[in-house]
């Protein structure tokens, strides 16, 4: 009896050191200078950049390919949960169909890829621009309902590219597209094998040579595409588009009625999550060299979802960590072979009655938890806050 | 294409009706929930599918293995809903103390709770597919993902016919049974007086704690009915098609959703409204374009409705349309 609530005793103290300890970087970090932040960012590429090692691959998943885990699903989630956090994290607006902007990349790269010819890095921006577009064109009737009308017809649309791509025997219907041409070589200049690389397991390898068998020249594309979109939305986020969001996420009416034209930046913020989805379809239909669309089913939609609300809606670092949270996971645990997903599910249960602002808050996001209303409004049946009355979200007819 | 929609166009009818009288049922849950809690209760598919697993249940308990007349018939389903609608109400109001108060409890954001729903939901089907299956139903180890058949026990008849219109024993029940579930259920909210208390938090919350409502027990109520019809939904679903699986639920529990939203979400007539205005739309549908256009047609129907009354076919609320 004793023992046991020593035990309890002893977890809540190490909580409450991690929480201090997070609090301890955070304020590093905000009183950091340029150089110093400089030199972080330099560190953490590097580190990604050594990541496909062996010694860490025989850590993080001796039982698996550790770079095809890195490609995807590590890297894609990442790339997808970023995409998904400008939506929903930064703007507010929930979205269950992800999926579908990442079929729509991936299916543009497919069929311009294998149908008409083109070359990887022709089909990029067409695929991101294509992305943006079926985003811009989901949103602009969608957009001006609210909340979990949004949500449904997003998860509607989610089914019906997935099915119209099922059923269009043009596009190979169920089974797919094969035969996707993979990347040209960009330069087959390759890391030349003597110590330090030989032990990482990285010597001799062509980084900038996308093949059949190795994972990592496409890990580092994705890296890249990662990086890119990263700077992207901070740089967004800092801006005027950025402050609007969090308006519209905090109070859409007051954001209108302060002169934020909202629609435009809902849809804004559609287009540019869609186009970051499409890139990682792009990505991965390049690297996979066949698509059907069983990939693209809803529970992608929803572990994406997953891992953006895990990690911290709105925070980029946590985002990342969810992500990567959410696809290592299942794939570290392959012993348990069939029960991963089971623990998965309990875990996201357990995750969310434990830590529901996720694991790296935001600390805009937190301070609206703390009002009670959360950003997306609290439980209905819940503790209201002060000022909050938790039918907001449906109170009114979007007009 | 347009010749066999005329074709079928009696008997999409009588399917549509029939299939959105199930929906409805099921878009009830989620619309009650929804009216007091403000939640998307995602593992409300999964509520179903542990219905359709008790009937299955039931039936083997039963000892029937074969079809049984029309009256015995109508008996046997009324004692499948009573299984399942327990069955489906215990587990609806266990994912609520399990899932969703903890959450409650901490004022955790809409967005929290969506996702601890999608929590329980991969957790319930994964718990059926791999335990539940293989031990309860004693079927192989691996097979747990594999549909799970009951033992036959609807033996659908041809009943009458009005004009071109053939009415089957086993649509009709559907029809009517859950059209009573839903009468029933719609009396009790508005008559008594744990239904004056679910319309009170509906409407506000807050006052309706100021006014010595015990918010707890009444969304322990809202989970356990909305459950029950989801029971009742997958004790009829199993008379009309025998047979089910772990993710029996999904496609469904969204085409719920789907109606519940489309009716009016939070609305009660409105889920029946919704219900059979998809049901119908989608044989409509699929004897038009073909049916594996069929969900095609009931997500495209969704956007359509929406994009002119953004909150569905009555509006939405609980309260206002109806207290």
Same mark, same amino acid.
Request: net charge positive; glycine share 14%.
């Given at each position: 009896m004793s023992g046991a609530r020593a035990d309890k005793g002893g977890s809540v103290s190490w909580l409450t050191r991690a929480r201090a300890a997070l609090r301890g970087v955070r304020e590093w970090w905000d009183s950091a200078s340029g150089p110093v932040r400089w030199s972080v960012y330099l560190l953490l590429i590097v580190g990604a950049v050594l990541l496909p090692a062996d010694a860490v691959g025989n850590v993080m998943s001796p039982d698996s390919n550790w770079a095809d885990l890195l490609f995807f699903p590590i890297g894609g989630y990442i790339l997808l949960a970023i995409g998904l956090n400008v939506v929903v994290g930064q703007a507010g607006l929930l979205d269950l169909g992800y999926v579908a902007f990442f079929a729509i990349g991936g299916y543009t790269m497919a069929i311009l890829g294998e149908k008409v010819g083109w070359s990887f890095w022709e089909i990029l921006p067409v695929?991101?621009?294509?992305?943006?577009?079926?985003?811009?064109?989901?949103?602009?009737?969608?957009?001006?309902?609210?909340?979990?009308?949004?949500?449904?017809?997003?998860?509607?649309?989610?089914?019906?590219?997935?099915?119209?791509?099922?059923?269009?025997?043009?596009?190979?219907?169920?089974?797919?597209?094969?035969?996707?041409?993979?990347?040209?070589?960009?330069?087959?200049w390759s890391i030349p094998d003597v110590e330090p690389f030989t032990s990482l397991g990285l010597g001799g390898l062509a980084p900038f040579e996308y093949g059949v068998l190795d994972a990592r020249p496409y890990y580092y594309l994705m890296l890249a595409a990662i990086i890119v979109a990263i700077v992207f939305v901070v740089r967004l986020n800092r801006s005027r588009v950025g402050r609007a969001w969090a308006a519209i996420r905090e109070d859409e009416d007051a954001a209108e009625l302060m002169g934020v034209p909202t629609f435009k930046f809902k849809l804004a913020a559609f287009a540019i999550g869609a186009a970051i989805g499409g890139s990682a379809g792009v990505l991965y239909g390049a690297q996979v060299t066949s698509l059907n669309p069983a990939h693209f089913e809803f529970m992608v939609s929803a572990l994406i979802l997953a891992a953006v609300v895990l990690g911290g809606a709105g925070n980029l670092p946590g985002v990342i960590l969810g992500a990567f949270i959410v696809a290592w996971l299942p794939e570290r645990f392959r012993e348990l072979k069939d029960y991963r997903m089971l623990f998965f599910g309990l875990a996201l249960v357990l995750m969310m009655a434990l830590r529901p602002e996720g694991l790296l808050p935001s600390r805009r996001r937190k301070a609206e938890l703390e009002e009670g209303t959360g950003g997306m409004g609290g439980l209905g049946a819940g503790v209201a806050g002060p000022d909050g009355d938790p039918h907001e979200v449906k109170a009114e007819v979007a007009g | 294409m347009f010749n066999s929609f005329l074709d079928q166009f009696w008997p999409s009818t009588v399917d549509g009706l029939s299939l959105g009288a199930i929906y409805a049922l099921v878009a009830l849950g989620y619309t009650m929930v929804y009216g007091v809690l403000r939640l998307i209760n995602f593992a409300h598919s999964e509520i179903f599918m542990i219905g359709t697993f008790a009937a299955v249940g039931a039936v083997e308990a039963m000892g029937i293995t074969t079809p049984v007349g029309t009256v015995a018939l109508i008996g046997v389903v009324v004692v499948l809903a009573v299984v399942a609608g327990v069955a489906s109400g215990g587990a609806a109001v266990l994912l609520e103390l399990l899932a969703y108060r903890p959450l409650r409890k901490r004022g955790a954001s809409r967005l929290a709770a969506l996702l601890s729903a999608i929590g329980a939901s991969i957790a319930l089907q994964q718990f059926f597919a791999l335990v539940v299956i293989p031990t309860v139903f004693d079927r192989p180890k691996e097979g747990g993902y594999l549909p799970v058949q009951s033992n036959d026990f609807a033996n659908p008849v041809h009943l009458f016919s009005i004009g071109p219109v053939d009415v089957r024993s086993d649509?009709?029940?559907?029809?009517?049974? &859950?059209? $009573? /579930?839903? +009468?029933?259920? =719609?009396?009790? !909210?508005?008559? *008594?007086?744990?239904?004056? @208390?679910?319309? %009170?938090?509906?409407?506000?919350?807050?006052? &309706?704690? $100021? /006014?010595? +409502?015990?918010? =707890?027990?009444? !969304?322990?109520? *809202?989970?356990?009915?909305? @459950?029950?019809? %989801?029971?009742?939904?997958?004790?009829?679903?199993?008379?009309?098609?025998?047979?089910?699986?772990?993710?029996?639920?999904?496609?469904?529990?969204?085409?719920?959703?789907?109606? %519940?939203?489309?009716?009016?979400?939070?609305?009660?007539?409105?889920?029946?409204?919704g219900g059979l205005v998809l049901g119908l739309l989608e044989m409509y549908g699929s004897s038009f374009f073909g049916p594996e256009w069929r969900d095609v047609v009931a997500f495209t129907v969704l956007v359509l409705v929406l994009m002119f009354r953004p909150t569905g076919i009555l509006g939405e609320s609980l309260q206002r349309a109806r207290a």
């Open positions: 695929g991101i621009v294509v992305a943006a577009l079926s985003g811009v064109i989901l949103g602009a009737p969608t957009l001006r309902l609210r909340g979990d009308y949004l949500a449904i017809v997003t998860l509607g649309f989610g089914e019906i590219i997935r099915i119209t791509a099922r059923n269009t025997p043009a596009i190979g219907g169920p089974n797919g597209i094969s035969g996707i041409p993979h990347p040209p070589t960009l330069t087959d | 649509k009709l029940i559907i029809f009517v049974g &859950a059209l $009573l /579930m839903m +009468v029933a259920l =719609d009396q009790f !909210v508005a008559r *008594t007086r744990l239904g004056r @208390g679910i319309r %009170a938090t509906a409407q506000d919350p807050e006052t &309706a704690v $100021l /006014m010595g +409502v015990n918010i =707890d027990r009444i !969304v322990i109520a *809202t989970f356990a009915l909305g @459950g029950a019809m %989801a029971g009742v939904a997958a004790a009829l679903y199993m008379m009309r098609f025998e047979e089910t699986q772990y993710m029996v639920g999904f496609l469904l529990g969204i085409k719920a959703f789907t109606a %519940a939203v489309l009716g009016g979400i939070g609305n009660l007539r409105g889920a029946l409204v």
